[in-house]
């Protein structure tokens, strides 16, 4: 129905008004669908990329945790030691 580069093969001058509407409307209809596919995607990797982003915060805060945790466990040893 379409032609090599995607482009409907109407040949023109010889269709009628009506003919013409129903293929503009056909191509419409094709180009809705695409952008509806394409939201689709983008609201997919749009919510990935929001969980791995609050993912990398968490990771971020337990290794600040373990961080000072590690330090205070440290300071202690040392005082202990002292």
Do not use: Y
């Not at 009506?18 to 983008?42: G, P, R, S, T, V």
Request: contains cysteine.
């Amino acid at each position: 129905m379409s032609g090599p580069n995607g482009d409907p093969q109407v040949p023109l001058g010889e269709m009628s008004g009506e003919e013409d509407f129903a293929a503009l409307d056909f191509m419409l209809d094709q180009i809705n669908f695409c952008l509806d596919h394409l939201e689709e995607k983008n609201d997919h990797l749009h919510a990935q990329l929001q969980d791995l982003l609050e993912s990398n915060r968490q990771a971020r805060r337990d290794f600040q945790q373990q961080i000072v945790q590690n330090g205070l466990e440290g300071s202690t040893k040392q005082d202990a030691g002292l």
